[in-house]
């Protein structure tokens, strides 16, 4: 119960922005993925093999695709860790 009521609260902020930083580490995780995996399907991957085999055309609609389900990611975060300053 006291981790719930004490801990937890006033490690939220904390516990928000390490889900940040885990997001954006493995969202622009490539180089490993890439050299290690046989055939990878993971965005970054995606995007690149898109460019390298039939140009930018075939590339930009997943590029902006990642781009924005990224953006749309950070931005709940940010709001919802708004939410909960104003609430302490």
Same mark, same amino acid.
Not at 1 to 4: A, L, N, S
Not at 37 to 42: C, S
Not at 62 to 69: E, Q, R
């Given at each position: 119960?006291?981790?719930?009521t004490?801990?937890?609260?006033?490690?939220?902020?904390?516990?928000?922005?390490?889900?940040?930083?885990?997001?954006?580490?493995?969202?622009?995780?490539?180089?490993?993925?890439?050299? =290690?995996?046989?055939?990878?399907?993971?965005?970054? *991957?995606?995007i690149?093999? &898109? #460019?390298?085999?039939?140009?930018? /055309?075939?590339?930009?609609?997943?590029? =902006?695709?990642?781009?924005?389900?990224?953006?749309? *990611?950070?931005?709940?975060? &940010? #709001?919802?860790?708004?939410?909960? /300053?104003?609430?302490?």
């Open positions: 119960m006291v981790f719930f004490i801990s937890l609260p006033l490690a939220w902020r904390s516990i928000v922005s390490g889900l940040v930083m885990m997001f954006a580490r493995g969202m622009s995780e490539f180089g490993a993925v890439v050299i =290690i995996a046989y055939h990878p399907m993971i965005a970054p *991957v995606l690149f093999e &898109r #460019f390298g085999t039939f140009g930018l /055309k075939y590339a930009q609609p997943a590029a =902006i695709l990642f781009i924005g389900v990224c953006l749309s *990611v950070f931005i709940v975060i &940010r #709001f919802l860790s708004r939410k909960g /300053k104003q609430n302490a």
